[in-house]
């Protein structure tokens, strides 16, 4: 299986023309429409104040940042940066983590997977075979369900009789 998925996607990645993966060049088309919505204030040479009209955001592209946080945890820059980048007339493809970009995508599903063979074939080390793998401690919680209602407050239960002098008594 593991095989068919890297030939398939190591087939898939070969025909891509662009420098990034197909992915990556519809999300960039689709922050470059919306960078033209921004108004971006250069403050020096890789730092940009940007006006969405919402809220102010500055992204540094040195340190590859935003305060959206978008473009440090993903790598890729947000349509924040995408505007930044534009205003300083970079290339986008500068500032994506090379996970994103097609030959790297080439490279990872170029990969040989090998089979494994029968457990019986394998070279196990002697001290992998002595380990003991239990199971967690685990305790059964299953509590039989009450079968009597308690009770609200103010609530009277049901009388009963009395076995020893026949008269109803209330439970309290
Ligand atoms: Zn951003």
Not at 18 to 46: C, E, G, M, Y
Not at 140 to 153: D, Y
């Amino acid at each position: 299986m593991f095989q068919r998925w890297f030939q398939n996607r190591y087939d898939e990645a070969v025909k891509v023309t662009t420098p990034l993966s197909p992915w990556v060049v519809k999300q960039l088309s689709k922050w470059f429409n919306d960078a033209h919505h921004f108004v971006v204030k250069p403050i020096n040479r890789v730092e940009f104040e940007l006006k969405d009209g919402k809220k102010d955001r500055l992204v540094n592209l040195s340190k590859k940042t935003c305060s959206c946080c978008e473009f440090q945890t993903d790598l890729l820059p947000c349509n924040h940066a995408i505007a930044a980048i534009s205003k300083c007339k970079h290339e986008a493809v500068e500032f994506y983590a090379d996970n994103y970009k097609t030959t790297v995508l080439v490279e990872d599903y170029a990969g040989s997977i090998r089979l494994v063979g029968h457990p019986s074939e394998w070279d196990i080390s002697l001290h992998v075979k002595q380990i003991v793998v239990l199971p967690l401690a685990w305790q059964c919680q299953t509590r039989k369900p009450r079968r009597k209602r308690i009770p609200l407050v103010g609530e009277s239960s049901r009388p009963r009789r009395c076995s020893q002098c026949n008269r109803y008594r209330h439970n309290r």
